[in-house]
């Protein structure tokens, strides 16, 4: 399909072809989109998802690319990117609604600029509102779904959603986005006022914590595994003597077992590889079961 002249003449606001998408993956994987699309609105949006519905132009849509791994092969047709084309904060009282392209990290200091507290914990996860919100993200003891009162989304068609919190149906790295294959497009959180400026202190203890125990300067895709019944996939493979273990590009992180990092040009099969081979020691080892939480698109 000629994806350049279907587009040339329609009014989005930035358009690539044959782009590269390890450079929007935070494991720094993936082959060639063959358009990508940057929505700088929820109307653009909206008006994209249609456009591609009635062209019959198979459609995905990444945010911050953190928990992602995506195919060497790519993906084909249109990718849409909501990042920092799509970020914006507005605040209402305590409620902040927030574009799903913003960070998780701008919105923790933009409610403790305005003297709001409630997502502290959260506010380092590398990812941003939208795919916090569709996987219920968490961290200290803290979810998404402890903060979240609204989420607006749109199916691949662009038809218009608004769930309340109890219609999100959140659990355990899950919610309704998946079930019925859903986008968000922004939610709305409902903060505390921060009466005793704890807040910033807050922040700086979590941001510390993790900074401290994570690799947060390395290529990773955020936690690799889910937490597994009755024990952590970090603790098990640790447990492994895998600690540090490596092949070839990929390697388990000396700092943190939960993570796998690409500590040079590793391909998405290689990784792939890599991350059933850990699984494979440990549930030779243990009888543990590790469930990757790392999301494989694109061309097989």
């Not at 900074?211 to 447990?239: V, W, Y």
């Not at 500590?263 to 998405?268: D, E, H, I, L, Q």
Request: hydrophobic share 35%; charged share 25%.
């Amino acid at each position: 399909m000629n994806y350049k002249s279907l587009y040339d003449d329609k009014n989005f606001s930035e358009i690539y072809y044959d782009e590269i998408l390890k450079d929007y993956t935070t494991w720094g994987i993936g082959g060639p989109a063959d358009v990508l699309i940057k929505p700088h609105s929820e109307d653009e949006l909206q008006a994209l998802l249609k456009f591609n519905h009635e062209n019959n132009i198979p459609t995905t849509v990444i945010g911050l690319g953190s928990n992602l791994l995506i195919s060497d092969k790519g993906i084909r047709g249109c990718v849409i990117v909501l990042a920092d084309n799509f970020a914006s904060i507005e605040m209402a009282g305590t409620e902040l609604t927030v574009l799903a392209g913003t960070t998780l990290k701008d919105t923790a200091k933009y409610s403790i600029a305005q003297g709001l507290t409630g997502i502290e914990e959260i506010s380092g996860i590398p990812g941003s509102v939208g795919g916090a919100v569709a996987m219920n993200a968490g961290a200290y003891g803290k979810e998404i779904k402890d903060v979240c009162i609204s989420v607006k989304a749109f199916d691949m068609a662009g038809g218009e959603y608004h769930f309340s919190n109890e219609d999100m149906n959140f659990s355990y790295r899950h919610s309704k986005i998946f079930d019925d294959d859903l986008i968000v497009s922004s939610a709305k959180f409902l903060l505390m006022k921060d009466t005793e400026n704890e807040a910033q202190a807050k922040y700086e203890d979590f941001t510390y914590r993790r900074e401290s125990k994570q690799p947060l300067d390395k290529k990773s895709a955020g936690s690799t595994f889910k937490r597994p019944e009755g024990s952590f996939a970090s603790k098990l493979i640790d447990e492994c003597g895998l600690r540090g273990y490596r092949v070839g590009d990929c390697q388990v992180s000396e700092k943190h077992c939960g993570f796998i990092i690409n500590v040079g040009n590793a391909t998405s099969a290689e990784m792939l590889d890599f991350i059933e081979e850990v699984a494979g020691i440990v549930h030779e080892k243990t009888g543990f079961t590790l469930e990757r939480e790392v999301k494989l698109i694109g061309e097989i």
